[in-house]
């Protein structure tokens, strides 16, 4: 009898599993109005820390990047980013990759990916809702 495949099996921890998805729209919009923006030069990403539960991952690679061959690839670049450099913490990744990032080497884009996912936000203080709409009237 022939055995199926011989290759050794995914570790669980290193897999990217369903609950690990940033999937609603809504849940989008709140990474982009309450979490943290950093920029490279490859891709842009957001990041906000949750009370609970797995590292969660979405990816928004729009139509200006190319055509959906161009964005799946970013997709699964980024997917495979995450998988090998999952945080710890429970916090949302959202990612926006750019065109640049289909002509960079891996070892290049998980390089950015590692950087801006260690900026570290809580060094960062972010002005409160108030102070951001409080206007100085020019005298």
């Known amino acids: 009898m022939i055995s199926k495949s011989s290759s050794p099996q995914t570790p669980k921890a290193a897999r990217f599993l ?3 998805h940033v999937r609603k729209r809504a849940e989008f919009e709140l990474v982009y109005k ?3 923006k950093r920029s490279g030069r490859l891709m842009t990403m957001f990041t906000r820390e949750r009370e609970a539960g797995p590292a969660r991952l979405g990816i928004a690679a729009t139509r ?3 055509a959906a061959v161009e964005r799946n690839r970013a997709k699964r670049l980024v997917r495979e980013l995450f998988r090998h450099n999952k945080p710890a913490a429970a916090v949302d990744v959202v990612v926006v990759p ?3 990032m ?3 080497a891996y070892d290049r884009i998980e390089a950015e990916f590692r950087s801006l ?3 570290n ?3 960062r203080t972010r002005p409160s809702e108030d102070a951001r709409s409080f206007r100085v009237s020019p005298q």
């Open 98 to 100: 750019r065109r640049e």
């Open 34 to 36: 309450t979490g943290f």
């Open 64 to 66: 200006k990047m190319g």
């Open 121 to 123: 936000p809580s060094t």
């Open 102 to 104: 289909l002509e960079a």
């Open 117 to 119: 996912l260690s900026r």
């Open 18 to 20: 369903a609950g690990e």
